[in-house]
């Protein structure tokens, strides 16, 4: 599975967007620094605020997870 780690202006969050065969496979690749945007549903598991990402965004290109 993929995990990062988003900053946002008040929180970082952990963003789970899928398995890694399924973001390679639409040759979707993150480095650290890109700017993304997430869409999905955002829930605390244990100790951490967690989201379980819908789409992902990055410059002109949409992934849906």
């Not at 993929?2 to 973001?23: M, Q």
């Not at 620094?33 to 949409?62: C, F, H, P, W």
Request: proline share 5%; hydrophobic share 35%.
């Amino acid at each position: 599975e993929i995990l990062v780690t988003l900053k946002t202006s008040t929180e970082r969050l952990e963003v789970r967007l899928g398995p890694k065969p399924y973001l390679e496979e639409r040759d979707f690749h993150l480095s650290p620094g890109d700017q993304i945007e997430v869409t999905g549903v955002k829930y605390r598991d244990i100790d951490n605020m967690v989201v379980l990402a819908n789409q992902v965004r990055k410059g002109g290109v949409s992934l849906t997870c």
